[in-house]
């Protein structure tokens, strides 16, 4: 049996699911991220040069693929990157290219817990996060070690990287570098290919929506998709329906218009009529679920933006929901690395405890003084105490070392899960590294959740093992 790797937040019946839905970038078509990241850096540096007046030099900064981390939310104001937990207390923080020192992070933010609602924090959390959250921070640093540059404050900076990368999107400059080197940034996978034709003689019907135009999506479709087919012609044989520039999440909620599109060349025409198979522009879900006469629950989609593809979607319209992590693989076998020094780091705990549990009854009895202590052993259990959590926290250093050298994992913040974590199995029903391992299981499989016991339920099941 392959080991499976589509993980389960909420039970889903593949064989209960009708149309199967498909953001196409990172999530169908697969890119190499870092060569994709480096493009985008380079970008953003060119856009704040020619747009906003940024001195030529910041075109010079080179990027770091390995400086970020999905899902670090920027603090526009202070200049700062951070990492937080379920709770948005923040666990892990950078100013510029350096990590925040203990006693300056405790001055700069007096409560742990930060309010994600307020307009001083941006929540990075797609792919992009990478050449985003390294371009502002290498800003940042710039701005610190030189007063005299003509950089602007720290929030302008975090909307000028922004703009200049959704700018860098929607001008086209992005896919024209993608359309002159495709092997460069697109991944090609027969494998997922196979699958979807597997999907279809299942009877699955199966969807892209996707916020890319027309023209880009016949491009990476006819580049990656096409060449492996056997029992169809084309991509538009394939796929039931496709909808270019859907404008996620607003086609979740909003009721705009479709229009059909002549695959053959791109031209458009309006249409009153019901949706049929066929490629669309724009448009919204109300009137996709109406006209194929579905409820939300008979669609899986699946996307890789926690915002633009899956919460919304949740929240608007109770599709199922898919998501792609494509930085998921890397972190399971770096948690195989990690699981002998995990398992030190408990046998230690076990030690520790009936130590601290010796500690805790001498210092009662020394506090309310029922009887003379033992001094000597006090001190004595304090020192092994120290020296076993000098060890642990080498340990803990020694496995953080695995992940990302700033960031650490991307799933956990210290014991908790982190708040990309969090927001995933929220919104997500279920997730996997790449739509492959998906496709290749039965289209009539059970995903069923595993049961989450609650503390009070560890701990009875502790006393009573
Ligand atoms: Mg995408």
């Given at each position: 049996?392959?080991?499976?790797?589509?993980?389960?937040?909420?039970?889903?019946?593949?064989?209960?699911?009708?149309?199967?839905?498909?953001?196409?970038?990172?999530?169908?078509?697969?890119?190499?991220?870092?060569?994709?990241?480096?493009?985008?850096?380079?970008?953003?540096?060119?856009?704040?040069?020619?747009?906003?007046?940024?001195?030529?030099?910041?075109?010079?900064?080179?990027?770091?693929?390995?400086?970020?981390?999905?899902?670090?939310?920027?603090?526009?104001?202070?200049?700062?990157?951070?990492?937080?937990?379920?709770?948005?207390?923040?666990?892990?923080?950078?100013?510029?290219?350096?990590?925040?020192?203990?006693?300056?992070?405790?001055?700069?933010?007096?409560?742990?817990?930060?309010?994600?609602?307020?307009?001083?924090?941006?929540?990075?959390?797609?792919?992009?996060?990478?050449?985003?959250?390294?371009?502002?921070?290498?800003?940042?640093?710039?701005?610190?070690?030189?007063?005299?540059?003509?950089?602007?404050?720290?929030?302008?900076?975090?909307?000028?990287?922004?703009?200049?990368?959704?700018?860098?999107?929607?001008?086209?400059?992005?896919?024209?570098?993608?359309?002159?080197?495709?092997?460069?940034?697109?991944?090609?996978?027969?494998?997922?290919?196979?699958?979807?034709?597997?999907?279809?003689?299942?009877?699955?019907?199966?969807?892209?929506?996707?916020?890319?135009?027309?023209?880009?999506?016949?491009?990476?479709?006819?580049?990656?998709?096409?060449?492996?087919?056997?029992?169809?012609?084309?991509?538009?044989?394939?796929?039931?329906?496709?909808?270019?520039?859907?404008?996620?999440?607003?086609?979740?909620?909003?009721?705009?218009?479709?229009?059909?599109?002549?695959?053959?060349?791109?031209?458009?025409?309006?249409?009153?009529?019901?949706?049929?198979?066929?490629?669309?522009?724009?448009?919204?879900?109300?009137?996709?679920?109406?006209?194929?006469?579905?409820?939300?629950?008979?669609?899986?989609?699946?996307?890789?933006?926690?915002?633009?593809?899956?919460?919304?979607?949740?929240?608007?319209?109770?599709?199922?929901?898919?998501?792609?992590?494509?930085?998921?693989?890397?972190?399971?076998?770096?948690?195989?690395?990690?699981?002998?020094?995990?398992?030190?780091i408990e046998s230690l705990m076990h030690q520790k405890e009936p130590l601290e549990e010796e500690l805790t009854e001498l210092m009662t009895k020394k506090i309310e003084k029922e009887s003379p202590v033992d001094e000597k052993r006090i001190d004595q259990l304090q020192d092994d105490i120290t020296a076993i959590d000098t060890q642990i926290s080498q340990?803990?250093?020694?496995?953080?070392?695995?992940?990302?050298?700033?960031?650490?994992?991307?799933?956990?913040?210290?014991?908790?899960?982190?708040?990309?974590?969090?927001?995933?199995?929220?919104?997500?029903?279920?997730?996997?590294?790449?739509?492959?391992?998906?496709?290749?299981?039965?289209?009539?499989?059970?995903?069923?959740?595993?049961?989450?016991?609650?503390?009070?339920?560890?701990e009875?099941?502790s006393l009573?093992?």
């Amino acid at each position: 049996m392959p080991r499976n790797k589509v993980f389960v937040n909420r039970t889903l019946n593949l064989k209960r699911i009708k149309y199967i839905g498909l953001d196409m970038d990172h999530t169908l078509i697969r890119y190499n991220t870092e060569n994709f990241e480096r493009l985008s850096h380079t970008k953003i540096m060119e856009k704040l040069v020619s747009r906003k007046n940024y001195p030529e030099s910041v075109k010079k900064l080179q990027f770091d693929f390995q400086f970020a981390l999905r899902g670090l939310v920027v603090d526009r104001k202070k200049g700062n990157l951070l990492k937080l937990n379920r709770y948005t207390a923040i666990r892990n923080s950078f100013h510029g290219l350096k990590p925040l020192d203990f006693k300056t992070h405790q001055k700069v933010y007096k409560s742990t817990y930060i309010d994600l609602s307020k307009n001083d924090y941006l929540a990075i959390d797609t792919s992009f996060s990478y050449s985003l959250a390294h371009a502002y921070s290498q800003l940042v640093e710039l701005k610190d070690s030189d007063p005299q540059s003509k950089l602007p404050d720290y929030a302008q900076m975090a909307d000028d990287v922004l703009d200049a990368l959704d700018e860098a999107h929607r001008d086209g400059s992005l896919k024209e570098e993608v359309r002159k080197n495709l092997s460069h940034y697109i991944i090609k996978d027969e494998s997922v290919v196979r699958g979807l034709e597997k999907f279809r003689k299942h009877g699955k019907k199966i969807f892209v929506l996707t916020n890319s135009d027309f023209h880009y999506s016949k491009l990476l479709l006819d580049y990656a998709v096409t060449p492996f087919l056997k029992d169809y012609k084309s991509w538009v044989d394939l796929f039931e329906i496709v909808i270019t520039f859907a404008q996620k999440p607003k086609f979740f909620y909003d009721d705009l218009k479709f229009l059909k599109v002549n695959p053959e060349d791109g031209t458009m025409s309006n249409m009153d009529e019901k949706l049929s198979p066929g490629v669309y522009q724009s448009g919204g879900a109300r009137k996709f679920t109406a006209d194929l006469g579905l409820d939300g629950d008979d669609i899986l989609y699946i996307g890789d933006h926690i915002y633009g593809d899956i919460l919304r979607l949740k929240k608007d319209c109770n599709w199922r929901t898919a998501m792609i992590i494509e930085e998921l693989d890397e972190e399971l076998q770096k948690n195989v690395e990690a699981e002998p020094i995990m398992n030190e780091i408990e046998s230690l705990m076990h030690q520790k405890e009936p130590l601290e549990e010796e500690l805790t009854e001498l210092m009662t009895k020394k506090i309310e003084k029922e009887s003379p202590v033992d001094e000597k052993r006090i001190d004595q259990l304090q020192d092994d105490i120290t020296a076993i959590d000098t060890q642990i926290s080498q340990l803990i250093k020694k496995q953080q070392a695995l992940y990302n050298p700033n960031w650490g994992q991307l799933m956990r913040a210290g014991n908790e899960e982190s708040y990309f974590a969090y927001q995933m199995e929220r919104y997500a029903c279920v997730y996997m590294s790449k739509i492959g391992d998906l496709f290749e299981l039965s289209p009539r499989t059970y995903f069923r959740a595993p049961r989450r016991p609650l503390s009070h339920e560890v701990e009875m099941r502790s006393l009573t093992v």
